[in-house]
């Protein structure tokens, strides 16, 4: 039997499009609040979800 670690982040495919996202879509930008980190964030799903051809 094979016992996985309590919490594992490569196993955790939400992981790595968060990885993605924070290096490619807002990396290197600053952000004024919470509300605009959120724009920022919704913008980089939106455009990661056209470059993989997926709706979001």
Same mark, same amino acid.
């Given at each position: 039997? %094979? %016992?996985f670690p &309590?919490?594992?982040s490569e196993m955790n495919l939400i992981e790595l499009e968060w &990885?993605? @996202?924070k290096r $490619? !879509?807002?990396a290197g @930008?600053? %952000?004024k $609040? !919470? @509300?605009e980190l959120a724009y920022a964030v919704i913008d980089g799903v939106d455009t990661r979800g056209q470059k993989g051809n997926y709706r979001t």
């Open positions: 039997m %094979f %016992f &309590q919490y594992c &990885q993605h @996202l $490619d !879509e807002i @930008l600053m %952000f $609040d !919470e @509300l």
